[in-house]
């Protein structure tokens, strides 16, 4: 079967696309990433992918009048790679509803909370802020609205006591690094539809059980 072909598209660290990038090299695994894409030229993701032999490409905003100039030529980009699936990974610029539309249901992201809490930047702050005592991270579908959209897959991870923003954040990140080629895996197999603005998870096991806490033997 002919594997799916994915472009993502990062703007710093890259460790997610490191994920990917590790999925793939499993010649089981039904995806294989075909470009790797950015609007920072210095992105230090941008190193994982030339490691891999992955082709790259900068499109740098700061090269395009405005915003849709901007989204063209990475869809430009994307479509020249011959990619199908669009993958966000920590990418920071906002994206418009026309690139939105275009790859409507071909378009992914990964956030660092169990949305819809918690949108937007600062998740881990504001989690330990709210005292939540489960957080998580999300795989869904691009909408208009900034971390909006179907929800594919998520994780959940408790919050210890003592956490900070930066203990909190590697714990979920682990996970992160999970349900992405998760994700991505389910899309390729075809298990995955939308219905109504939820996902179907076609052959889906349900995990069983609970995370609760605090624990205490009762
Ligand atoms: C991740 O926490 C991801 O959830 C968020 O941005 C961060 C990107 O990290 N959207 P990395 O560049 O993949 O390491």
């Not at 994982?48 to 869809?75: C, G, N, Q, W």
């Not at 709210?130 to 957080?135: D, L, Q, T």
């Not at 389910?186 to 889906?204: F, M, P, Q, S």
Request: neutral net charge.
């Amino acid at each position: 079967m002919a594997r799916l072909k994915l472009a993502v598209l990062i703007s710093g660290r890259g460790s997610n696309l490191q994920a990917l990038i590790e999925a793939c090299r499993n010649p089981a695994y039904p995806a294989e990433i075909v470009l790797v894409l950015t609007s920072e030229p210095d992105a230090p993701g941008l190193e994982r992918a030339k490691a891999a032999k992955i082709p790259t490409r900068v499109v740098d905003h700061h090269d395009f009048s405005d915003r849709p100039a901007f989204e063209t030529a990475l869809t430009a980009e994307i479509e020249a790679a011959g990619a199908t699936l669009v993958c966000l990974a920590g990418f920071m610029r906002l994206l418009g509803g026309e690139f939105v539309r275009r790859w409507r249901d071909r378009l992914i992201n990964i956030h660092p909370s169990l949305l819809p809490a918690f949108k937007g930047l600062h998740t881990h702050e504001r989690a330990l802020e709210a005292g939540v005592r489960v957080a998580g991270c999300t795989v869904h579908f691009v909408r208009e609205e900034t971390d909006h959209g179907p929800i594919i897959v998520q994780a959940a991870v408790p919050v210890h006591p003592g956490d900070d923003a930066a203990t909190l954040a590697a714990r979920v990140l682990v996970q992160e690094h999970v349900i992405y080629p998760l994700a991505v895996r389910l899309i390729a197999e075809g298990r995955v539809k939308i219905v109504a603005e939820r996902v179907v998870v076609a052959g889906a096991g349900a995990p069983t059980g609970a995370l609760v806490n605090p624990a205490f033997e009762l």
